[in-house]
T-cell receptor, first 110, second 117 residues
Framework: GENVEQHPSTLSVQEGDSAVIKCTYS??????FPWYKQELGKRPQLIID?????GEKKDQRIAVTLNKTAKHFSLHITETQPEDSAVYFCAATNFNKFYFGSGTKLNVKP | NAGVTQTPKFRVLKTGQSMTLLCAQD?????MYWYRQDPGMGLRLIHY???????AKGEVPDGYNVSRLKKQNFLLGLESAAPSQTSVYFCASSYSPLTSKSYNEQFFGPGTRLTVL
């Protein structure tokens, strides 16, 4: 089955700085890569996703890049704000089974 | 439109007891999933369903059973609870890929925190 690895496990940045979280996957058949944000005690919520036929996608301060050859994808958050503090999960799927990374705890210091 | 709901929100069991977690969605989604979330391990898929009357095993199915008798409901059962099943359980649902442009997006329920003593 698919194996998704996520790094780093914790990330601390100053407000206004950029944050980058990286994930790798093993199954070349995976074709959809969502990113979820989970605040403490809450459910995961989709923040951005990318499909295998696209190399980059941007939505305001967040962007995702995908390198199919190297089997890795990354989440980029620019101009970080304290409300960006949460746990972020990447995932990969090739149809209906989702495999999640172990999560990155992002702390944005004011 | 309530989205995805889960019952109960919290539960404490003794080892060997049984219970059923209920997930309900009102978005007419075809696919439904059960995950468990443990500290430092992300979300792991227990079982999933691609339609009414169908179920399939995920990454960590041992000790759990599921049923999807109605399209809107997905039940997760623990026949004989063990302390290793202490976790937060999330249900999720998504559209069929044939009917929606956002076909892969998963919508999560609020979670059930289960403690097995």
């Amino acid at each position: 089955g698919e194996n998704v690895e996520q790094h780093p496990s914790t990330l601390s940045v100053q407000e206004g700085d950029s944050a980058v979280i990286k994930c790798t996957y093993s199954d070349s058949a995976s074709n959809y890569f969502p990113w979820y944000k989970q605040e403490l005690g809450k459910r995961p919520q989709l923040i951005i996703d990318i499909r295998s036929n696209v190399g980059e996608k941007k939505d305001q301060r967040i962007a995702v890049t995908l390198n199919k050859t190297a089997k890795h994808f990354s989440l980029h958050i620019t101009e970080t704000q304290p409300e960006d503090s949460a746990v972020y999960f990447c995932a990969a799927t090739n149809f209906n089974k989702f495999y999640f990374g172990s999560g990155t705890k992002l702390n944005v210091k004011p | 439109n309530a989205g995805v709901t889960q019952t109960p929100k919290f539960r404490v069991l003794k080892t060997g007891q049984s219970m059923t977690l209920l997930c309900a969605q009102d978005m007419n989604h075809e696919y439904m999933y059960w995950y468990r979330q443990d500290p430092g391990m992300g979300l792991r898929l227990i079982h999933y369903s691609v339609g009414e009357g169908t179920t399939a095993k995920g990454e960590v199915p041992d000790g759990y059973n599921v049923s999807r008798l109605k399209k809107q409901n997905f039940l997760l059962g623990l026949e004989s609870a063990a302390p290793s099943q202490t976790s937060v359980y999330f249900c999720a649902s998504s559209y069929s890929p044939l009917t929606s442009k956002s076909y892969n997006e998963q919508f999560f329920g609020p979670g059930t925190r289960l403690t097995v003593l």
